[in-house]
């Protein structure tokens, strides 16, 4: 039906989700993608592609798919190109909202131009046909 397909994989450590996801099932965009930032050819295939990984700074903390000590997913992202937007995972049980995704991201990187570019990458990325018929 020509929908954009995304799905959430690798948020746990298995990078064979992220895999499969990509090249068995034509994701556009992988959820969260953690175990991803442990791989440099699952990172290549990314950027090749220009896949987009749904990164959830706060909820990753929460359900410690990324530990308390260990670095977030978007430094080694941002090191090697991978393309992501900031995502809010659950704001319902988080009871925060995608701002206090940018606020952690904000706080780690000091990079206030990848924040105020994350509206055009979310229309990038998006499932949104900017040219309807
Ligand atoms: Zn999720």
Excluded: W
């Excluded at 994701?27 to 990172?43: E, F, K, S, V, Y």
């Excluded at 909820?59 to 190109?81: G, P, V």
């Excluded at 988080?94 to 701002?99: A, G, N, R």
């Excluded at 990079?111 to 105020?116: A, N, P």
């Amino acid at each position: 039906m020509n929908l954009g397909i995304t799905i959430h994989a690798g948020e746990t450590g298995n990078i064979n989700n992220i895999l499969v996801a990509i090249n068995q099932f034509g994701a556009d965009r992988i959820g969260h993608g953690t175990a991803a930032m442990n791989c440099i050819d699952t990172m290549d295939l990314l950027r090749t592609r220009d896949i987009a990984v749904e990164v959830c700074p706060i909820s990753n903390r929460r359900t410690n798919s990324i530990k308390e000590d260990d670095a977030y997913t978007f430094h080694k992202f941002m090191e090697h190109n991978v393309p992501f937007i900031l995502c809010s995972d659950n704001p319902a049980i988080h009871k925060l909202s995608l701002v206090d995704d940018y606020r952690v991201f904000l706080y780690e990187t000091q990079d206030l131009s990848f924040i105020l570019n994350q509206f055009t990458l979310q229309k990038k990325y998006s499932f949104i046909n900017p040219n309807p018929a």
